[in-house]
T-cell receptor, first 112, second 114 residues
């Protein structure tokens, strides 16, 4: 089963508005990462937040992590049409496996 | 520098045939992953290679799937006796050593089994 579940599955907003996507996971993690995928392409890393961090910023991106609730959110401020893409969270459970488990993704459409 | 390269970008094959998908990771990256993405779905973990350690094959869906990584670099994912449900985009990613390094993805191979 998926480690990460994202909410909402799809989101449509107007340019200039903020977009918030949420990710819930099941097991303890080493870090949580957010990726973006444009249609027909591979995924691109956006931001990584470690398990001992609560908030992180990168440009128009803000990520929060609540390990007690096993949840994270990605906020994109002042959205642009070019932000239209699918967004995935990925949890790194560390240890011997060191594999990343991806969530189901949120499809974001930013209307110009 | 060069990113992760996958070939072919598209592959159409008949049911029952074998296929090989290739991944060239970023030079020096010790970890290599294969994922499968069905249409409109998330990524399904298949297999993970880390240096000279035994690979983590826990995500391979059946014994028709296998993968190898030669010389710690190029990897090949092989699907034998393909079935229609194998149709998907197969994504390869690599990353540097270290527990907080991100994945770098290739653009994937779109496999269609007819």
């Amino acid at each position: 089963s998926q480690q990460g579940e994202e909410d909402p599955q799809a989101l449509s907003i107007q340019e200039g508005e903020n977009a918030t996507m949420n990710c819930s996971y099941k097991t303890s993690i080493n870090n949580l990462q957010w990726y973006r995928q444009n249609s027909g392409r591979g995924l691109v890393h956006l931001i990584l937040i470690r398990s001992n961090e609560r908030e992180k910023h990168s440009g128009r991106l803000r990520v929060t992590l609540d390990t007690s609730k096993k949840s994270s959110s990605l906020l994109i401020t002042a959205s642009r049409a070019a932000d239209t893409a699918s967004y995935f969270c990925a949890t790194d459970i560390g240890g011997a496996t060191n594999k990343l488990i991806f969530g189901t993704g949120t499809l974001l459409a930013v209307q110009p | 520098g060069a990113g992760v390269s996958q070939s072919p970008s598209n592959k159409v094959t008949e049911k029952g045939k074998d296929v090989e998908l290739r991944c060239d990771p970023i030079s020096g990256h010790t970890a290599l992953y294969w994922y499968r993405q069905s249409l409109g779905q998330g990524l399904e973990f298949l297999i993970y290679f880390q240096g000279n350690s035994a690979p983590d094959k826990s995500g391979l869906p059946s014994d028709r799937f296998s993968a190898e990584r030669t010389g710690g670099s190029v990897s090949t994912l092989t699907i034998q006796r393909t079935q229609q449900e194998d149709s998907a985009v197969y994504l390869c990613a690599s990353r540097d050593a270290g527990t907080n390094s991100p994945l770098h993805f290739g653009n994937g191979t779109r496999l269609t089994v007819t």
